[in-house]
Each structure stands twice: as structure tokens, then as C-alpha cells.
């Protein structure tokens, strides 16, 4: 058996024994190594979605797809739109056809393996669209999760991919709490909406945006007061997707239903 | 095909880039990083609190720590989408991310435990070298083997007494810094999964120390295994070469030490399941009790649509059997090679249903989705992603551990004299 | 203690050095921690020149069409004026030098992602008219009779 005295010795040897691993993590930080370059944009982009004018038309998933080269039939997308359906009697229906890509031209809910709800009209309370992309968060879990710096976030809030250093190891897609990311079906790496990024940088707007018939979708540059949109958003009731996982999401939705997941 | 569509049934409301993105590989990565670190744990018992009646067992687990660990990659490269980019976990590490701890804990893990077993059979290297060095007419072969048992010597050829000491003290030092660098091998590997907010299953501060207790479990239970199986092995060679006259313990004296390692190990095998047992529990309960918004779906997963794959296998099959097993008195050999087997069933049920069970259902709470293992390869991603890659992964540290024990010998004779 | 101990230490150390020279050769220069800090800032900077200089495809320019399809623009009198010529017509990229031609879906299906009749209570969908496909003249385009710059057959009249 063996003496106190030398559990409690290899008990501090132990100890020490933990500490190197820690220290190394220290000295190999690359934050002794790069400087940090404090540069503050006049801009930051926020979204705005207006659920009581989207039809569920599902312009805006097509015109992302093929602004963005995500191959039609690919059942991923970078933005979708949710149905739902809140029936008298209580019950609770949603469903997102091939995420809305090609609208709801139906009113049978698609509950998966086959199988439809139908609906009669009479019985509906209420019922609208939600449409859904990358929430472009302020505190991103997906850059946060990334273990080689592949995915990080520009300084006008856009979370970006860099499609040359993703090892494709999905850690960012399990942590997002809003299913914004995929793997891009032909290039397989992380794969999600940068609010057409290479569009806004030249003034124009994000394709869904632009596409969209009824003006349910908006974006703003939630710094610049005078943009109308950011006036909006400032002055309307306005809610976001499950703030509870404080990543402060920056799509915010007017007339945000309850029941909205 | 988008990556997951194959295996991918969704039920109800799910989002349309949802699917089961980790799979079984992901399920076996921290099964066999689990069976690393216990192996390591079990060899420490040994070497740093000189539990002198496991030495056998201790060289034994060391070796084989060392063969599970490049196996330990194995699933991760198979995994990733671009694994030719896997490197850049050491290039660019992002330390905010708990894989990105991976390439140090993995390289510094495996450098302390590749030291140990230098110091362990420097002076086996030493004796070999020598020995070739003076044969007068070497073929290839031999020529190849002095160079290499040369190299492994480091040109440390001093084998005194005092030399070997020096290497014993060596030895305790690295296993005792080597007992919190394997739980922490362990440990990460539970924050990966227990830090994920976004998934409700898997969100629990719990989740690092049920798999490190759960990791020392199956490490503990895969040693018993594989040493019964030498074992036998080895009483089977003594009984057929009976007739000759040899210095070999008979099969009685081996099946003797043999049955006492085994019930020693037993015992701490038991005190880690139970603790594990407890965690597992604990965080079972504190969700029923608290039912936060997502307990309805995680209910509605744990105690219906996973009820089998959770109570049955893991709880039942997996802790319940062998705990009876190895409770009852009087432990055989033969019970134990029971007990351990439902035991490493066990853990891997659990990894499963953390793995799976936690990608089982919706982000939006309100669908599932159902995982449809392939069994049959068809194309390299039904392979690598489907049960031929995982067998694969699960056969590869055996013969690893064949192929290292040629340079690390674990049980000839001139093992037995080794520290 | 002395002697053959360190051996091992040396060929670690030889390891790390290895390590890091590989990293010098395989790190982009540009890589580092920017303006969102080391969270959510450490990344490739030229990562982001990829994705400004990523292609453009649509304009969703409603005067860019105006030139050479002046006809088409008395859709801007009906109630699908608030729809974007590339809607149905697909992006512009480079046309009239390439693509020569934009297509014209001719489909059912593309009228019913709005036309579809949906009464949903408090959505907007409920205010746009509809038929239903499997009774409203199945199996014919509707561009048969429907006009999609001057859809209303009442207006026609």
C-alpha cells in the first residue's frame, strides 16, 4: 500500500504535471504573436423582416440560389421560408418544403417520410410566413467554435467562410442555434448567407432582398441613423430568434408570432 | 446527395440544412480516445501508486495506450470533409474552440506516453541492439532491425544499475504528469460536445466528467479484455508444449496471477462505473425535474423514440448486467470476460446516444430526425462514414498493438524483468 | 539528474522545432487576429477579398430592361409591377452579349408560388387571388390566356 507521503508527492507532481499542458496554450497564443488591429467600421448590417407582407412566395430562395451558386437541387439553402399554421381546435402545424425554394403550392402541411396534414381554411386562427437566413450574430457561436480560424466575422458584422482553410469538420454548423449553415454540396466546406456580401460592397442590396415582390425583406446599416430601415427597427416593435443563447442576433422580424421556432 | 442526406430521415418540422453531419465516426472518436486515456489511467495505477500485484497488467495497457493513439486520428480523418486541411489544427490553432485543444493535448498525450515507454524498454532496445550488433553474418533483415533498435536506443547505451533506476524514477514522473494530460485528452472531448449551447441534449457542465469517467471505464474494461485473451493465449501455447521440459510457468501459475489482476482491476473498474453511472443519472434527473422549455422533445427522444438504445442497452445491457456481474462474489475469469465485454458495449451505446441522441431531434423542437446507419459500402462516403469504417477503426489498435509488441515485447520472458 | 533522462526531451524538442518551421512555410502571411479580436476575429484577411470580388449576377435594376424591352414595361400599370423582371426571367449577368437569351418559364408552378389560393388570417398572402391547379384548366400554361405583363383578362375586356 502505498505511504501518504508519497500519494501526496505524486499528488503535487500530478498538479504540476497539469499545469504544463495550460502554459503551453499561454505561450503559444497567437495573440503575443499578432497585433490587434482596432479599426471601427461606420457600418454594421442588420436585417429586417417584415412576416405580415411574405406570402411564401419563395423568390427570394430561388434568387439566393442562384446568386449565390448553390446548385438548385441541393436540399440546402441559405435562406428558407417557414410556414405556420395555428389551428382553433389548438394545434400547432410548420413545415418548410425544400425550405420554400419553390413556394407553398399547397395547403397540406409536409410532416416528412411522405405524409401530409391536411388543412381545412375554416379552421385556421392564423397563419403566415417567416422567412429565415444567417442572423449575422454579435457574439457568432459558430466563429467562436471554429478550431482553425477558417470562419470569423468582418468588422461590418458579416460571418464569412474562408472556402481555402475550412477543414470541414462541421463543429460551426452544430453550433449554430438557427440552422444557418451547411456543407456546400460541390465545394464541401462551411457554407452560409453573407448577406451577399460582394454585393453590398458595392451598394447594391442582398438578391433576396431585392427580389422579394412584397418588401418583406429589408437590410439596414443599423449605425447609420438616417437609414430608413435602421428607423424602423429603432421604432417599431420589432423581435429576434431565441435570445435566450445570447448571440444577439441582428435579423430582426416584425410581427414575430409565439409559436415561431 | 448533400453531406448526410444519405443516412438522414427527417420527421415533422426540421430545418432545411439540417441533418446528422456527425456520424458514427464521430461516435467512435471518443470511444477510442476514451479507450486511450483509460488505458493510460490503468498503467498510472501501477507506476505512480506502485499497486504492485498490476504490474503485468500495467505494461501491458501502456503498450496498448500507445497503439490506440494513432487510432485515435483515424476516425477524425475519415470525418472531415477536406482531411488534407487536418494539419491546420496545429498550424492555426483557434484555442476559443475545444478541438482546436486537440493538437496540443494530442501531441503532448502521445509524447509523454512514447517517453514512458522509451524509459520502460530502453534497456529491452539496448540488449537488442547489442546482441545484432555482434552477429557475424546478418541478413537484410537483421540489418534493418540493429538500425532501428539502434535509433530507438538514443544512443543511451548505459544499462548499470544506476542507469536503470534513473529510468524507473523517469517512469513515475511521466505516468504521474501523464493522469491529468489523459483526462484532459478526455475531458475536451466531452467540453466539444457539453459547451454546445445550440443543442439541448448535449448543453450540460456535466458532460466533461461523465466521458472522462465513462473513458476510464472502457480503457479499464478493454485492458481486462485483451489480457484475458493473451492469457489464454498463452496458457493454450504452455498446454501444447507440455511435453517438453521449459522454464515457462505452467498454465495453473499463470491462470493463478492471472485470476488475482483481474479482481484487483475489477475493483477499480467498479469504483469508476458507478461514478459514471451516478453523472449519467444525475443529469437525467436535474432535466426531468427542471423541464426547461426543451425537455418536451428531449422526453419525448430519451423515453420514447432512443428508450430502447438508452435503458435497455446502455443503462441495462451496458452498467446494470456487469454490475451484478462483478458484484456477485467469488469473481471467475470467465464472468469477468462477460462483464467486461457488456461494459465496452456500454460505453459505446453511450457515446452513441450522446452523439446521435443529440442530433436526433430538431432545432426547432418540434421534429426529429432518424439515423440510418450504412451497412452495406457502396462509394467511398457509405464506407468511411458507414459501419465498414468504424469496424475498421475498431480492429486497427489491435493490430497496431500485434506490430508494437514486437518492439515493445509484453509478454515474453524478458519482459517479465523489465520495471 | 543527469545523462541519458533527457534523450527523450531532445527529440521532442526536435519535433517542436519541426513544427514550427512547418507552420512558417504553411501560414499565410495575412493570417491573424483583426478588428473582431481573437474570437471572432483570427482569419486570413484576403478571405474577405474572395467574397467582395465574388460575381455579381443579378442587377434587380427595374430601369435596366427599358431599352430593348420597352413593351413588357406595361407590366409596371398592374398589379405585378412589384415584381422584378429577374424573378422570372433569371439574372441578367451579362446580357444581351452573353447570355444571348434569358428563359421564359413557362411553368404552372411558377404562378403558383403567389397564385396559389392560401386565406392564412394575418398573412399577406391571404390578400392575392388564386385558383386551384387541379380544376382551373389543368395541364395548359398560364400564359395561355394570362398575359404576365397584362394579366388581368378583365382589363383586356
Not at chain 1, 508519497?6 to 497539469?18: H, Q, T, V
Not at chain 2, 505512480?48 to 497503439?67: D, E
Request: with cysteine; glycine share 6%.
Amino acid at each position: 500500500m502505498i505511504s501518504r507521503r508519497d500519494f501526496l508527492k505524486n499528488a503535487i507532481k500530478g498538479i504540476a504535471g497539469l499545469s504544463i499542458p495550460l502554459s503551453v496554450i499561454e505561450i503559444a497564443s497567437p495573440r503575443k504573436i499578432f497585433a490587434l488591429n482596432d479599426v471601427k467600421a461606420g457600418v454594421r448590417w442588420a436585417f429586417l423582416i417584415d412576416t405580415h407582407k411574405c406570402v411564401g412566395c419563395g423568390l427570394c430562395v430561388k434568387a439566393c440560389k442562384t446568386e449565390n451558386e448553390i446548385p438548385y437541387d441541393a436540399n440546402v439553402t441559405r435562406t428558407w421560408v417557414e410556414r405556420y399554421v395555428h389551428l382553433k381546435d389548438g394545434r400547432d402545424f410548420a413545415d418548410t418544403p425544400k425550405g420554400g425554394r419553390d413556394g407553398f403550392t399547397t395547403s397540406k402541411i409536409d410532416l416528412g417520410e411522405g405524409h401530409y396534414q391536411n388543412i381545412d381554411e375554416k379552421d385556421i386562427d392564423k397563419a403566415f410566413f417567416v422567412p429565415k437566413l444567417c442572423n449575422q450574430c454579435e457574439n457568432p457561436p459558430c466563429v467562436q467554435v471554429c478550431p482553425v480560424g477558417a470562419t470569423f466575422q468582418t468588422p461590418e458584422g458579416v460571418v464569412l467562410v474562408d472556402r481555402s482553410w475550412c477543414i470541414g469538420c462541421g463543429y460551426c454548423i452544430m453550433a449554430c442555434p438557427y440552422g444557418a449553415r451547411f456543407f456546400h454540396p460541390v465545394l464541401h466546406v462551411a457554407e452560409k448567407c453573407t448577406f451577399c456580401y460582394h454585393r453590398v460592397n458595392r451598394g447594391l442590396k442582398p438578391a433576396c432582398v431585392d427580389a422579394c415582390p412584397f418588401g418583406a425583406r429589408m437590410i439596414a446599416n443599423i449605425k447609420d441613423p438616417g437609414d430608413p430601415v435602421t428607423k424602423i427597427i429603432m421604432t417599431e416593435r420589432v423581435n429576434v430568434l431565441k435570445s435566450e443563447y445570447g448571440t444577439k442576433p441582428q435579423a430582426y422580424y416584425i410581427g414575430l408570432d409565439e409559436e415561431v421556432r | 446527395m448533400v453531406h448526410g442526406e444519405l443516412w438522414t430521415v427527417k420527421e415533422l418540422f426540421v430545418l432545411p440544412n439540417e441533418y446528422i453531419y456527425w456520424s458514427i465516426q464521430i461516435v467512435m472518436y471518443p470511444f477510442m480516445t476514451g479507450l486511450v486515456a483509460g488505458a493510460f489511467v490503468l498503467s498510472s495505477l501501477y507506476h505512480v501508486f506502485g499497486i504492485k500485484q498490476l504490474k503485468n497488467m500495467a505494461r501491458f495497457s501502456l503498450v496498448f495506450s500507445f497503439a490506440l493513439l494513432p487510432v485515435a486520428m483515424m476516425p477524425l480523418m475519415l470525418h472531415l470533409q477536406q482531411p488534407q486541411r487536418g494539419i491546420e489544427v496545429l498550424m492555426t490553432p483557434h484555442f476559443t474552440s475545444a478541438i482546436a485543444a486537440f493538437g496540443i493535448v494530442f501531441s503532448t498525450y502521445g509524447i509523454i506516453v512514447a517517453s514512458e515507454l522509451w524509459f520502460v524498454y530502453r534497456k529491452h532496445f539496448v540488449e537488442t541492439a547489442l546482441s545484432l550488433r555482434r552477429k557475424a553474418d546478418k541478413n537484410p533483415l537483421d540489418q534493418v532491425k540493429h538500425l532501428f533498435f539502434s535509433a530507438l536506443t538514443l544512443g543511451a547505451y548505459d544499462v548499470s544499475e544506476g542507469a536503470l533506476h534513473q529510468d524507473e524514477k523517469a517512469v513515475k514522473i511521466l505516468a504521474g504528469i501523464g493522469i491529468p494530460v489523459a483526462c484532459f485528452l478526455h475531458g475536451y472531448a466531452g467540453f466539444i460536445f457539453g459547451s454546445v449551447k445550440a443543442n439541448a441534449l448535449w448543453m450540460t457542465p456535466l458532460m466533461p466528467v461523465i466521458f472522462i469517467m465513462s473513458a476510464v471505464v472502457s480503457g479499464i474494461a478493454l485492458c481486462m479484455l485483451t489480457y484475458i485473451v493473451v492469457m489464454e493465449i498463452k496458457k493454450f501455447n504452455v498446454r501444447r508444449a507440455q511435453s517438453s521440459a521449459s522454464n515457462l510457468p505452467t498454465s495453473e501459475a499463470i491462470k493463478g496471477i492471472e485470476l488475482n489482476e483481474i479482481r484487483i482491476t475489477a475493483r477499480y473498474l467498479l469504483f469508476f462505473l458507478l461514478f459514471a453511472i451516478s453523472l449519467e443519472l444525475l443529469d437525467l434527473i436535474f432535466r426531468g425535474y427542471t423541464a426547461v422549455k426543451t425537455w418536451d422533445i428531449l422526453r419525448s427522444v430519451i423515453y420514447g423514440k432512443d428508450f430502447t438504445d438508452i435503458f435497455i442497452l446502455q443503462y441495462g445491457v451496458g452498467n446494470l448486467l456487469p454490475l451484478i456481474l462483478f458484484l456477485w462474489p467469488r469473481l471467475t475469469i470467465r464472468r469477468a470476460l462477460v462483464g467486461v465485454i457488456f461494459v465496452l458495449f456500454g460505453v459505446f451505446m453511450m457515446r452513441w446516444n450522446v452523439v446521435i441522441g443529440g442530433q436526433s431531434f430538431s432545432l426547432t423542437f418540434a421534429g426529429y430526425m432518424h439515423y440510418h446507419l450504412p451497412i452495406i459500402p457502396r462509394n467511398w462516403e457509405t464506407f468511411k462514414e458507414g459501419l465498414a469504417g468504424a469496424l475498421m477503426v475498431a480492429a486497427t489498435p489491435f493490430i497496431l498493438f500485434w506490430i508494437f509488441s514486437k518492439i515493445f515485447p509484453v509478454f515474453s520472458q524478458d519482459a517479465e524483468e523489465l520495471p | 539528474m543527469k545523462g541519458h533522462v533527457w534523450r527523450p526531451l531532445y527529440a521532442v524538442i526536435c519535433l517542436v522545432v519541426l513544427v514550427l518551421a512547418a507552420r512558417y512555410f504553411m501560414v499565410p502571411k495575412d493570417f491573424g487576429i483583426y478588428e473582431r479580436g481573437y474570437m471572432y476575429g483570427f482569419h486570413r484577411k484576403s478571405a474577405e477579398d474572395y467574397w467582395k470580388a465574388f460575381k455579381v449576377k443579378y442587377q434587380f435594376n427595374t430601369d435596366y430592361c427599358k431599352d430593348c424591352h420597352a413593351d413588357k414595361y406595361s407590366i409596371m400599370q398592374t398589379p405585378h409591377a412589384i415584381i422584378h423582371c429577374e424573378n422570372c426571367h433569371g439574372p441578367v449577368l451579362d446580357h444581351p452579349s452573353d447570355p444571348e437569351k434569358l428563359t421564359v418559364d413557362k411553368k404552372r408552378e411558377l404562378c403558383l408560388r403567389c397564385h396559389y389560393p392560401l386565406h392564412y388570417p394575418t398573412s399577406g398572402r391571404a390578400n392575392i387571388r388564386g385558383v386551384d391547379p387541379e380544376k382551373h384548366n389543368p395541364g395548359i400554361e398560364c400564359s395561355t390566356c394570362h398575359n404576365p405583363h397584362m394579366p388581368s383578362l378583365e382589363a383586356m375586356k
